[in-house]
């Protein structure tokens, strides 16, 4: 039960700062641009990205929990930091299936939460999620599957935009057959709808939703909507025109000398 | 209430058994591991078995006659098991069916004289309905 191999290979580092709280059994939040780690005692414990659904939204789409039994154990247990004991000790959800669930949700938020980023992290000492402890993994680990995950996406199909950019259909899936999730996946590409989109609308791990996306992608079933294309940019940013106003530079250092 | 770790250990009672995982096969990940691995590291072996559920998962010839073909929201594929026999041992690959979506199975690798296949494969699905069920 324990990974016998951390030490054989040199451990990646995706981030010194969760190497050092690692190295130091800190406890905490680790705050970055795409998504926060949580630790325990320099273990990971929990993670949340905006990127992909929380561990409500899986449990509660495909019916393992009803909304209001998710509701009741986090106001019951909530205060406690012990909703993930909560749901299983008051037997709303089954042990290895939350621990499946959260484990899921757990390396699927650090992916996106130890994307790259100029932004400095931030760690603040002492804080602990609600969820409280499930099954903590070593940091080490979370960081070796993350960079395998960029891997793995890259072996599929090396094209980085369809992880981010609106999505549009490009092909027919007449020409070559699509298994059934994957066809959910597809079924939701409509040219406006990002992965992460797709992901919570289908209460979906959003790393399995970038996979079947990129296998789409490689099969040339979708691609990135192209920039200009309707739908693409949602928000319209003003041209930025070429050329400046030369009048107005000339009429405005005219009143500058004038002052 | 059995957990990942409890279940391993179960499938670890049965006769000839040498490792076993469970392991997401969208992913590759191993979310829990026990005894020894085929190469010496779980983590490989992982995404290698997880290649080999996939590609069951996913072929026409094996969803055909399916109850709940398109528009499901079921996450199990209707593959069960898949079974590969080396000259050494056994391998199972055991589908998990949960009620949240997920893509996650069993892998027990047998040892060929020790272990008996036809009481494995019983029993690792039972085990596989334990580890989802309350």
């Known amino acids: 039960m324990t990974a016998a191999l951390a030490d054989e290979t040199a451990a990646p580092v995706l981030s010194p700062m969760l190497q050092r709280l690692a190295a130091e059994r ?6 970055r641009d795409r998504g926060t780690l949580y630790l325990a005692d320099g273990k990971v414990v929990h993670a949340e990205s905006p990127a992909t659904p929380g561990i409500d939204v899986l449990l509660t789409r495909g019916g393992a929990l009803r909304r209001e039994g998710w509701w009741d154990a986090v106001a019951e247990a909530g205060a406690g930091q012990r909703v993930g004991r909560h749901l299983v000790d008051s037997g709303r959800v089954p042990g290895g299936a939350l621990e499946l669930c959260h484990l899921g949700a757990l390396y699927d938020a650090a992916f996106f939460a130890l994307a790259p980023t100029r932004t400095p992290a931030r760690f603040r000492y002492g804080v602990a999620h609600w969820i409280g402890p499930v099954r903590p993994v070593p940091v080490d680990a979370v960081q070796r599957e993350t960079l395998r995950r960029r891997e793995l996406l890259d072996r599929i199909w090396p094209d980085a935009a369809v992880d981010t ?19 959910r996946v597809l079924e939701h590409v409509d040219g406006v709808r990002t992965a992460t989109a797709i992901a919570q609308e289908l209460g979906r791990s959003a790393f399995h939703v970038l996979v079947d996306l990129r296998r789409l992608a490689a099969a040339g079933l979708v691609a990135p909507t192209a920039p200009g294309a309707p739908g693409a940019d949602r928000i319209a940013l003003p041209e ?20 | 209430m059995p957990g990942i770790d409890e279940c391993l250990l ?8 040498r ?20 190469n010496g590291d ?23 006659g399916s109850p709940d073909a398109p528009g499901g929201t079921g996450s199990a594929p209707p593959v069960e098991d898949v079974i590969v ?14 009620d949240f979506d997920s893509s996650v199975f ?27 069920l309350a």
């Open chain 1, 240 to 259: 930025v025109t070429a050329d400046p106003d030369v009048a107005l530079l000339r009429r405005l250092r005219d009143a500058l000398e004038a002052l």
């Open chain 1, 26 to 31: 800190a406890t905490g939040a680790l705050m």
């Open chain 1, 165 to 183: 950019a609106p999505l549009t259909r490009t092909g027919d899936p007449a020409d070559a057959p699509v298994p059934p999730g994957r066809r």
């Open chain 2, 19 to 38: 490792g076993a995982a469970v392991v997401d096969w969208t992913s590759g990940l191993a979310l829990g591991t026990i005894g020894d691995s085929p």
């Open chain 2, 106 to 132: 069993l892998h027990l690798w047998l040892d060929r004289a020790e272990g008996n296949l036809a009481l494995a494969r019983i029993r690792i699905g039972e085990i596989a309905e334990r580890l989802v």
């Open chain 2, 42 to 64: 779980h983590e490989a072996t992982a995404a290698e078995t997880a290649e080999v559920a996939r590609m069951a998962a996913e072929q026409p010839a094996f969803a055909a």
């Open chain 2, 10 to 17: 179960d499938v670890m009672r049965l006769p000839g058994a």
């Open chain 2, 85 to 98: 026999t080396t000259s050494a041992g056994y391998h199972i690959l055991r589908f998990v069916e949960t």
